[in-house]
């Protein structure tokens, strides 16, 4: 009986250990789902899966690259004109 008990206390800490992984650690945190370049991300995947050798994709790494890099700048841009004594 105390085993179940103690199962049935322990449980909750475990389901909100299970929650606290699936979501980011800060707000700003973003899936690669929600990312722009998520389509460069999944043409570069798919090229992987249909070719074996990966000199094939080069093409497709360096789009999903320059987008993470567009990406990167509009970010850093967009965090530069906020300021803190605005």
Do not use: V, W
Request: include cysteine.
């Amino acid at each position: 009986m105390a085993a179940a008990h103690a199962e049935a206390a322990a449980s909750p800490t475990h389901r909100a250990s299970i929650q606290a992984t699936s979501t980011p650690p800060y707000p700003s945190a973003a899936r690669i789902a929600d990312s722009s370049c998520f389509p460069q991300y999944t043409a570069s995947l798919k090229c992987l899966e249909t070719n074996q050798d990966k000199s094939k994709c080069q093409q497709q790494f360096d789009d999903y690259k320059e987008c993470k890099k567009r990406e990167r700048e509009a970010r850093l841009e967009r965090n530069r004109s906020q300021t803190l004594f605005g």
